[in-house]
């Protein structure tokens, strides 16, 4: 087998790298950072084939470009990774980075999901793994355009996944949902997080398991599953408020 995983350099992708490797499957490793994805190379080619690709996928033709190079190669698990946040008040918040995460976070997830599935029903196999948030079960003042992508993210996924089951397709589809992990997301979007996130390698561990255990969706820990039942009975009006609190507390 062979999976192409976006924003393999750090964090969530690289570790889910290393547990796919460790699965003897051979990887397609995407992010912006050549050199930290030639180091993954290194730490991991004496296990699997290792194909590494420095690629911006916020601009849509390379999106394009990254499914035509592999599209022959029969890529069997897809992993949507690559995103980043934001934090400040949206009329204080840089448009221009924000329009960057709205085409890194939604529509490099978009594309790639839609081409790649394509092939995936075709030959009737494959998995799909796309890597939304706990922020996608509640409104983020405070990080709304962030907390607006990974809804989409996960309402895109769970609606593929419901797709592919009436047409009695052999795909899985699975939408992640971790709450604080640690990585560099707090230093990029400049945030604080309130709780201590799960370690990396963990979520990761919980994610691959997940997808491969046919889940809907994976929701890393205790804590954040209770969250999601309480996001499901609470008014959104309470919501908003906890969320805004949460936020400026990071901040």
């Known amino acids: 087998m062979k999976a192409l995983i976006t924003g393999a350099s750090s ?35 004496d296990q699997v084939a290792v194909t590494t690709v420095c690629l911006d996928l916020s601009k849509a033709q390379n999106c394009r470009m990254l499914y035509e190079k592999f599209r022959h190669e029969q890529i069997d698990i897809l992993i949507n990774n ?25 529509k490099a997830v978009h594309i790639l999901s839609k081409l790649f599935l394509r092939d995936f029903i075709e030959r009737d196999f494959g998995y799909m793994l796309n890597v939304a948030s706990s922020a996608a079960f509640l409104p983020g003042p405070l990080m709304a355009a962030y907390y607006a992508t990974k809804a989409y993210v996960r309402s ?39 709780v201590r996130g799960k370690t990396s390698e963990a979520v990761a561990k919980t994610a691959i398991d997940g997808m491969f255990a046919n889940r809907s969706q994976v929701i890393p820990g205790a804590l954040m599953k209770l969250s ?19 936020q400026n507390r990071k901040r």
């Not at 995103?83 to 329009?99: A, H």
């Not at 309480?230 to 949460?246: F, R």
Request: hydrophobic share 45%.
């Open 228 to 246: 999601y039942v309480g996001c499901k009975l609470l008014p959104v009006t309470w919501l908003s408020e906890i969320s805004y609190h949460i």
């Open 82 to 106: 690559a995103g980043f946040g934001l934090v400040g008040t949206f009329d204080q918040t840089d448009l221009d980075r924000e329009l960057a995460m709205i085409d890194t976070n939604v």
């Open 156 to 194: 895109l996924t769970l609606s593929l996944r419901k797709e592919v089951s009436k047409q009695h397709a052999n795909v899985v589809i699975t939408a992640l949902c971790p709450g604080p992990v640690q990585t560099e997301f707090e230093q990029v979007a400049n945030v604080t997080f309130a």
């Open 11 to 45: 964090g969530l992708g690289r570790d889910m790298a290393r547990i796919l490797a460790s699965y003897g499957i051979d990887l397609v490793i995407v992010a912006r950072r050549g050199e930290r994805l030639q180091e993954l190379k290194e730490e991991l080619i």
